[in-house]
């Protein structure tokens, strides 16, 4: 499912934001930031809008200022979608960037930052990401996972999920409504896992990457979302 929402308050890309590097990883280019000698890796998948995100690497540097790796893969090969681009519609980009692939990709990037000798993984993803980690957590490829705005998430997908479980949702979201997110909360409730759900109120689908930087409402909730994010990790990420 996706919609116009996935589309809203689109980021102005930059490839040179952040205090970062990029490098490769796997197959992808990656923006990197964190030390390189942590014993604890993260893994940020976007959503449609791609790697260079201002919001989404300073989220990264934010992580990495916690004393994570952070690696944030550029799995759209410097093809984002773009809502400018009348030739490439969302439904005719999500064709040539399915999240099926980003799943693919994404455990190449994993076994590239496991050589690096780390000894945990968690992983973030934000809406069109967020799939792509539930896959990651259904496989135990990682330790700890969390979903920011899913889409594509299923709640046959939560079903198959078995490490430690964060998903912070909007109460304005039309692709994960708060009911759906409540039904992943029930179906979490029964298993033998840790897990944290979150509807954060008066805000809408997207709003923890794409936020305008001058409006303080939005940069509180934002920030709290974020700060979770981090809280999760420090509780499940040894």
């Excluded at 198959?160 to 759906?180: F, N, T, Y």
């Amino acid at each position: 499912m996706s919609g116009p929402e996935c589309c809203s308050n689109p980021p102005t890309l930059n490839p040179n934001a952040g205090t970062g590097h990029v490098d490769k990883l796997g197959a992808l280019n990656a923006y990197i930031t964190g030390s390189p000698n942590s014993n604890s890796a993260v893994l940020l998948v976007s959503d449609i809008f791609g790697y260079e995100a201002p919001n989404l690497r300073k989220l990264a540097d934010k992580v990495a200022a916690a004393g994570y790796y952070v690696a944030v893969p550029d799995f759209f090969n410097g093809n984002p979608y773009n809502p400018e681009n009348p030739d490439r519609p969302l439904p005719i980009w999500l064709k040539d960037h399915g999240t099926d692939k980003g799943f693919e990709d994404a455990k190449l990037v994993l076994e590239a930052i496991k050589s690096k000798g780390v000894s945990s993984i968690g992983a973030a993803g934000f809406c069109w990401g967020a799939k792509v980690v539930t896959e990651l957590a259904k496989s135990v490829l990682i330790q700890a996972v969390v979903l920011l705005h899913p889409s594509f998430v299923s709640v046959d997908d939560i079903k198959g999920v078995d490490i430690p479980i964060s998903i912070l949702g909007a109460e304005i979201d039309k692709l994960s409504p708060p009911e759906l997110v409540k039904q992943f909360e029930e179906i979490l409730s029964t298993k033998p896992v840790a897990s944290f759900v979150k509807i954060f109120p008066k805000v809408s689908h997207g709003w923890t990457v794409r936020y305008d930087l001058e409006d303080a409402e939005a940069v509180k909730a934002a920030d709290e979302a974020h700060q979770d994010l981090l809280d999760w990790y420090a509780k499940h990420l040894k």
